[in-house]
């Protein structure tokens, strides 16, 4: 069956997509035309980081881009991720720069 | 003769003492001398890691003080998809192949980074060019090999491109060999890869029967951006490996260390005589110098160390960051970036071993006093360098990579970041910022984009291989 996701961008903004049965986020965000980032397309590189702000979501391949610790903070990788329940997601650019904050500032 | 007119191709200029005519220049000097000035460049458009929309692009630059279009980006080719990260990008054939009849440098190789899709663009007219071919992921996927960078043509009728990763995006890499025809892939370039798991660029002298190659780390590592902890782990690199250039065997490892963390950019002279170099550790923003010493064994020493600096704002010391490296083509000065400070080095090298620093030239990053050129804010650092063939203007973008230009100068991921240029005087050993010439980025038609790297047609110092 598929989910309805609430995408949240930081400025505000904010827009609702249906995600497919065996589709993942970021095949549903394009299909809609709403250019939210991405890289690989596989679990790798983290371009498409977004945080699970409510809801079910699962990684249907491993993501590799995230961390334990960004696990547990909520880090999805929309590339890889499938929903199970309606979801409200935390996405753009902006969001991929929490992982990795400045090791020296 | 210029080297950016239509159809270009170097049978177009005299070759002279060879009967055999080519792509290339039969030496370095016969490059530098017998080309005319560059009039456009290619420069890698990226989109990757911002609210942006659009793909990323092949931009074509006008850099001739003559036109009235000069340091205007005056065409944008857009890949088919988007998520690509263009980055690093290579010829066809290039001097390497200089006697090789039939061949004429008319290709780029354009690599997508994270996507790992290889672009096949058409450059007859250097200020149009066109996608000729795409190479899916998938079929890079099989060779079990991810994440391009480097590209050379080799002698023989190959490209061979470095590769970071398996196809999971983990380690090891390897190098991907195509074909210069039909430009179908081949296979893996290596035969034994012996030690070597992590890879960045490459360089090689054919005459010596040597490559050498560099480490970043695995993609999976590298991609999400810059963690300290990934360092301490191990994750990053240390070291370069020397290869067999006929054999396509791994011969030793040089492990530097703490002094050669991050080893990225390597170049070896273009005097094909030589055999020495240069590898920029990126973080522990050293300059290493390599040599083949008379048992046939490679030895290496740090010749330039770049003090950290202390900034009121950081907490800790802030390293260069030395992340791209460049010989001129008479190998007489090195050019490097220090992407965290500010500032492009000039270095005459004519005593190879001891590299003497003759200028500086400081703009934007966390050290420059400047930090706008021509009304413009400078987004980021130098960082991309590329040489015009006669040694007398350094160009620069300044993004890095999009995950790490999100991490250090977050207003690239915003605005895009710019190219910038000095005039350079070898005679005198020195280089001026030229503030009448600045390329925003982020006025990019489509939207703001991250300038990359930079290429002219008809050659350039970091294309080019002599046999």
């Known amino acids: 069956m598929s989910h309805e996701v609430t995408l949240e961008w930081r400025d505000g903004r904010e827009a609702t997509v249906n995600v497919r049965k065996a589709e993942t986020v970021t095949d549903a965000t394009e299909r809609a035309g709403l250019g939210i980032p991405y890289g690989c397309l596989y679990g790798a590189c983290a371009t498409c980081t977004g945080r699970l702000l409510e809801g079910g979501l699962v990684h249907v391949k491993r993501a590799r881009g995230l961390k334990p610790q960004h696990r547990q903070d909520g880090y999805v990788l929309l590339c890889v991720a499938e929903p199970r329940s309606d979801c409200r997601i935390e996405v753009g650019a902006e969001v991929q720069a929490d992982l990795v904050p400045n090791p020296w500032k | ?467």
């Open chain 2, 1 to 467: 003769m210029s080297t950016d007119e239509r159809n270009q191709s170097t049978d177009a200029h005299h070759h002279e003492h060879h009967t055999v005519k080519g792509p290339g220049y039969p030496t370095p000097a016969a490059m530098r001398t017998e080309s005319e000035r560059e009039k456009t460049a290619f420069v890698m458009g990226v989109r990757v890691g911002m609210d942006v929309d659009k793909p990323d692009f092949v931009g074509v630059v006008d850099v001739d003080p003559d036109s009235e279009t000069y340091s205007e980006l005056i065409n944008t080719v857009e890949m088919p998809n988007k998520g690509d990260e263009l980055h690093h990008f290579g010829w066809n054939t290039c001097s390497s192949s200089c006697h090789a009849e039939g061949l004429v440098r008319d290709h780029l190789i354009v690599p997508g980074q994270r996507s790992s899709r290889i672009h096949i663009i058409d450059t007859s007219d250097p200020r149009d060019p066109t996608i000729e071919k795409v190479i899916e992921p998938e079929e890079v996927f099989e060779q079990d090999l991810s994440a391009p960078h480097t590209v050379h043509c080799v002698p023989g009728g190959k490209i061979v491109i470095s590769m970071l990763g398996n196809a999971n995006g983990e380690l090891p890499g390897g190098f991907l060999q195509l074909d210069q025809d039909d430009f179908s892939i081949d296979g893996h370039w290596e035969v034994d890869r012996g030690d070597m798991e992590m890879n960045y660029d490459y360089w090689y002298q054919p005459r010596h029967g040597v490559m050498l190659s560099t480490e970043w780390a695995a993609p999976e590592t590298y991609y999400p951006g810059f963690d300290l902890d990934d360092v301490e782990a191990g994750k990053y690199g240390n070291s370069i490996h020397v290869w067999d250039w006929e054999t396509k065997e791994h011969q030793q490892t040089l492990t530097f260390g703490e002094e050669g963390l991050i080893p990225l950019e390597i170049r070896m002279p273009h005097n094909p005589e030589e055999t020495e170099g240069y590898v920029g550790a990126a973080l522990s923003s050293n300059i290493l110098r390599f040599w083949e010493a008379e048992d046939g064994r490679w030895e290496w020493e740090k010749v330039i160390d770049v003090a950290d600096r202390e900034h009121p704002d950081w907490d800790m010391p802030v390293p260069g960051l030395v992340t791209d490296i460049l010989l001129s083509l008479d190998d007489q000065y090195m050019f490097f970036s220090n992407w965290l400070h500010g500032d492009v080095r000039m270095y005459d090298i004519s005593d190879t071993g001891n590299p003497r620093l003759v200028d500086q030239c400081w703009v934007g990053g966390n050290f420059a006093e400047r930090q706008s050129i021509g009304g413009h804010d400078v987004r980021g650092a130098p960082q991309m360098l590329q040489l015009s063939r006669d040694g007398r203007r350094l160009y620069w973008t300044t993004s890095l990579f999009s995950s790490w230009d999100n991490q250090f100068y977050p207003e690239i991921g915003e605005k895009g970041s710019v190219m910038m240029k000095a005039d350079v005087y070898p005679e005198e050993g020195r280089m001026e910022l030229d503030e009448e010439f600045v390329v925003d980025f982020g006025d990019a038609p489509g939207g703001p984009a991250r300038a990359h790297e930079i290429r002219w047609p008809g050659g350039d110092c970091t294309s080019d291989v002599w046999q």
